[in-house]
């Protein structure tokens, strides 16, 4: 039995979709446990591209069982689009294949216009950068328990009344402020329609997922996001409104941590940032544009082009002591073979003063300039590669060096974006 948990080591985007598309070739269940349709998770398949939002990446093996955990919150209109459209492409995704928590928050239309309605009014240098999918605001009613559960889609009735109720109490507040009210009567038709598309597939997952580590199948946990967007350890408030590091596996699911057996860290060859933010080694030059062309860094979800930089090992050492990382997945190698040199921030000078840790508060990030050792590019393809000896000897010397610098080995290494592009370190 192996039980593996899947997180992103930076600032999400790393990869993580490619790189649980291929561990699940020995998976049984793969179960997402935070976030929402905020995420996307690109994975190649021969000339197909799909891009998953809350659908686990597991859901193109035939054998294997996805779970969406009690973490998540869920978009009903959303999901149904989700499921409807991978249908029609012709990947299976019956109730069989596919189960939802009966304890996921839903995300509801109200949620998506406070989302809009709190972004809009921050000043522009407060701004969070939010996808306005309402993943904030839906996470805001659970923890101040008003929320609405997909155990809830099952019984169209209470569903009426408790999302009726709800959606008089946000009209106020939008009518308070000069905001158009929703129309109730109309949202909760396509509010129906998504619930009775979507209750054949909610399920205690909670018995779902520990009955399959109680029988010894494998298990594989995916995370959205990055650590530097938990909403406890990141760049507060720049980040997102869950615990996207690897305890949130546990809280997110309902599986102990004692069967937990690795962690699995993916990481860019470089830096990306979608949104505001800190982000100490964005390159605001031609090489920042680069690397942005190269690497197609322009967020699945939102299509906002990424923010670029250089890898930081200070930020990077740091979530992956945080996440107990066992193995890293090291991804977009490829993106850096037209470089004659590649740095890389070892540390940090902070007013003056060289640090290797990283700061806890926000304002230190910001200020923080990188300071770099610079090593040699290979300035040859790797996209052919299918294992360590046919990289260039500096690709080799370069993961060698981050495998050193934040102090986890390497497992898997990614050169470019199709499912065979990926190899055991």
Not at 110 to 138: C, F, Q
Not at 166 to 184: K, W
Not at 247 to 254: F, I, P
Not at 365 to 381: D, F, L, N, Q, V
Request: hydrophobic share 35%.
């Amino acid at each position: 039995m192996s039980i593996s948990v899947l997180v992103g080591v930076q600032w999400g985007d790393e990869g993580k979709g490619k790189i649980i598309d291929v561990l699940t070739r020995d998976v049984d269940v793969v179960a997402r446990f935070q976030g929402g349709n905020n995420a996307g998770h690109t994975v190649e398949i021969g000339d197909e591209k799909y891009v998953l939002h809350l659908v686990p990446s597991g859901i193109f093996r035939d054998e294997t069982l996805c779970v969406i955990g009690n973490g998540v919150v869920v978009a009903p209109d959303a999901l149904k689009s989700e499921i409807s459209d991978l249908q029609e492409r012709g990947i299976d995704i019956s109730p069989a294949k596919l189960e939802v928590s009966s304890r996921c928050h839903l995300i509801l239309p109200y949620h998506r216009l406070m989302d809009e309605v709190r972004e809009a009014r921050r000043s522009s240098g407060n701004k969070i950068g939010t996808t306005k999918r309402g993943i904030g605001p839906a996470y805001a009613d659970k923890a101040s328990r008003t929320g609405i559960r997909a155990v809830e889609l099952a019984d169209l009735a209470r569903l009426e009344e408790r999302f009726r109720a709800q959606t008089e109490y946000y009209n106020s507040i939008f009518a308070g402020i000069g905001v158009e009210q929703l129309d109730v009567d109309a949202e909760w038709e396509a509010l129906k329609t998504a619930a009775e598309f979507i209750a054949p597939y909610v399920k205690d997952t909670v018995l779902t997922v520990n009955r399959a580590a109680s029988q010894g199948k494998n298990i594989l946990f995916e995370g959205a996001q990055g650590m530097w967007l938990d909403v406890d350890y990141g760049t507060y408030p720049f980040v997102t409104s869950s615990n996207t590091t690897s305890g949130g596996a546990c809280t997110g699911t309902g599986l102990s941590p004692k069967y937990i057996d690795n962690v699995v860290g993916v990481m860019k060859a470089y830096t990306t940032r979608v949104g505001a933010g800190p982000f100490p080694t964005e390159l605001f030059d031609e090489m920042g544009e680069e690397l942005r062309r190269v690497g197609g860094e322009f967020g699945a979800t939102t299509g906002r082009p990424r923010r670029c930089g250089w890898f930081d090992a200070v930020s990077s050492r740091y979530s992956c002591m945080v996440n107990g990382v066992d193995e890293l997945a090291i991804t977009k190698l490829d993106v850096l073979d037209g470089f004659d040199e590649i740095p890389v921030c070892v540390a940090y000078d902070l007013d003056g003063k060289k640090v290797t840790d990283m700061p806890s508060d926000t304002r230190d990030i910001t200020s923080a300039k990188p300071i770099y050792e610079s090593m040699p590019g290979w300035k040859a393809s790797t996209s052919d590669a299918r294992s360590l000896d046919e990289l260039p000897d500096n690709a080799r010397r370069y993961l060698d060096r981050i495998s050193e610098l934040v102090e986890a080995k390497v497992g898997i290494v990614s050169v470019g974006p199709n499912r065979d592009q990926t190899f055991q370190a």
